[in-house]
């Protein structure tokens, strides 16, 4: 039965453009190609990185970096951790072992040198951005 299900399947007309129009990915190309600037969008999934034993020959990321060289993106996302969500880390160890020390650079130099934690310096630096505004 399959295969004559498959045999009128076959046969019967391509499905009707109309059903292309409430596609979110074919709204969106027809809306870059009227405009005349389509994005190139790379999406490169990997394992992370810092998972690599010490001898992993580097070399090997050759041929993909020489492609992005080539095809000169005007930016390369990355997936990272932003200051707070290491601050949050930290603060719960308990719940997260060695995860903020394995993701998160460490905040004492950068702490030493404002001379302020992360909740402090980004008050400052909304009373600064707010002086300029004015």
């Known amino acids: 039965m ?3 299900l498959a045999l009128l399947a076959a046969t019967l007309p391509a499905a009707p453009v109309a059903a292309e129009a409430t596609d979110p990915v074919s709204i969106v190309d027809h809306a870059a190609r009227e405009r005349g600037d ?3 969008v790379l999406v490169l999934g ?7 034993s010490a001898d992993f020959d580097t070399a090997r990321f050759d041929p ?6 080539d095809w000169q993106p005007d930016a390369i996302a990355i997936e990272n951790l932003d200051g707070p969500q290491c601050d949050f880390l930290r603060a719960y160890a308990h719940a997260y072992d060695d995860t903020a020390e394995t993701y998160c650079p460490d905040p004492a130099p950068a702490r ?3 001379g302020m934690n992360a909740a402090q310096a ?4 909304g009373a600064l951005l707010s ?4």
């Open 2 to 4: 399959s295969i004559f």
């Open 38 to 40: 389509p994005s190139e």
């Open 46 to 52: 990997t394992a992370h990185l810092s998972s690599l």
């Open 64 to 69: 993909l970096l020489g492609r992005l060289e």
């Open 112 to 114: 030493e040198a404002l």
């Open 122 to 125: 980004h008050r400052e630096i």
């Open 131 to 134: 002086e300029g505004a004015t």
